[in-house]
């Protein structure tokens, strides 16, 4: 009896033993032949930045110049300031309300990607400033963080302000999952709440970025870096066993691997994207499904057959991972945003599909 114990209990020391190796193993590797830059962002801006519309819809704080600075692992991974206009949009130039017969007016709106500001200069007011000819306007609705829902509000309340004959809709694979949310700031604090969670509760969750003075040097920012980590140490999902396992790459890679591939295998709704198609039944609309970082490395888009269904609610499909050329370094290191090059590759892309 005694020998089938001591048997048993050898076993499963030998299995724990096989297993810490194999584990340890696989870490090594991961971090060797997969790097996976877990280093954790935080997230600066010079202003309050965003407010809500009469829609419900996300913008920018009207007529500011904005700084805004991601630091990953003690470096500055950008530093850049951008305009806002009259209608809180990322332009340098104000809107105002024109409609000529013989004019096309065409409002890019989107996300962080569309806003486009993190290589330096938003890419949109670019774009227009190439176009030639003045039977063209082009308006900039870009607004970070947003999915399609905010683009069907944004689009609504701008309706009001501007005319409107063509909508370019720059989305990326994760804008039609996001849901709708608003800014919740104070005076050191920015928090983005989902639409059903009350401030009172949004204000214990973790913020998503700290406002700093405009005129913050590189070692404030550096500095404020370091309190942001010191912060998000004391909560208690970072401490414990939770934080100790939060530190490993191999774990970081299952993770990411299988909530990536859960995430998409969901159901989708396109509603909003219905909704603008009948809320603008003479526009025309194009939807342009620009790729995520993930997305170029991986050769593919995280969601197939889109584009049929987005032809069917009658928008134009044009998958730009395809059919315009993408590589890695146009993205930041750390960074999922496009850098100065992405951008660049952006505005040619579009406009060679638009305006070809």
Known sequence: MRTKISNWMANIGLFLFSTTLVLLVAEIGVRFLIPMQVDERTLMFSSHTFQLDQNGAVRYQPNKNIRTIAVYDNKIEYDVHFDTNNLGLADGKNYEYENLADKRYYAFVGDSFTAGFHGGEPWVPKLRRNIDGENIEIFNLGVSGT???????????????????????????????????YPLTNSTEIRFCQKNTPSPECIKRPYIAKIIHPASSSEDILKVAEEIIKDREKNPQRSGITGFLRQS??????????????????RYSLDALRNIREAFPLAEIYFMHLPQKQE???????????????EEIGISYFPALKECHWQMDMFFVHDSHPNSVGYDNIRKCVSSYIFR
């Open 296 to 310: 170029v490395a991986n050769g593919g888009y995280f969601l197939n057959n889109l584009g049929n269904e987005i």
């Open 249 to 266: 790459e191999l774990l970081v890679f299952v993770v990411r691997s299988l909530k990536t591939m859960l995430l998409y295998e969901e």
């Open 147 to 181: 999915g399609i829902e905010h683009f069907y509000r944004l689009l609504q309340g701008t309706s009001e302000q501007l005319h409107i004959t063509h909508i370019v809709i720059l989305a990326i694979s994760e804008d039609i999952r996001r849901n709708s949310w």
